[in-house]
């Protein structure tokens, strides 16, 4: 008979290799504006501030990316993920592999008047001066789609 252990606990704080509780723990930074910090051998190489746009787990073939406009996290990426709680109440993600490691926070965006931290807030972007576009692979054996069919043209 063999008696699984119990789940580990965790309480503001802690290190999971989990990919399952390292998924459930970074999901909250889906859609939100975060600072990171790539650190190398103890030195800092990059940083920068971006939106998390997806996060996934047990897909190998995707890779984890940050850049300003779009983040992208797999969590299989990762060896494991180091958390802490900020005296904000808000958490700080390390996710480690070797060597490296990524620093995630959210990021600081508006002043409080009655405080000297930063407040998190939402990246709020005018729906005006955006627009939203579905990109779709191409399929050369649609015979809807071709030269001869249309002028290039979006309309």
């Known amino acids: 008979m063999s008696i699984e252990p119990p789940a580990k606990f965790f309480v503001n704080s802690g290190l999971v290799s989990n990919p399952v509780d390292m998924f459930n723990l970074v999901r909250p930074l889906l859609k939100q504006t975060v ?3 790539y650190i190398r051998g103890g030195a800092a190489v ?3 501030t971006g ?3 997806r996060i996934v787990m047990g897909r190998p073939s ?3 990316f940050f850049t300003p406009l ?3 996290l797999n969590v299989d990426s990762f ?3 180091e958390f802490e709680t900020r005296p904000d109440q808000l958490l700080v993600y390390t996710l480690v592999q070797g060597d490296e490691r990524v620093v995630v926070e959210y990021a600081p965006v508006a002043e409080r008047e009655d405080h000297d931290q930063p407040v998190q807030q939402p990246l709020a972007l005018p729906a ?3 627009v939203q576009m579905e990109l779709t692979a191409f399929d050369p054996d649609d015979e809807s789609i071709g030269p001869e069919k249309g002028s290039g043209r979006v309309e």
């Open 46 to 48: 990059s940083r920068g």
């Open 51 to 53: 939106w998390v746009e």
């Open 35 to 37: 600072s990171y910090r």
């Open 70 to 72: 779009s983040i992208c």
């Open 79 to 81: 060896e494991h993920l």
């Open 62 to 64: 995707v890779s984890t």
């Open 128 to 130: 005006a001066e955006y």
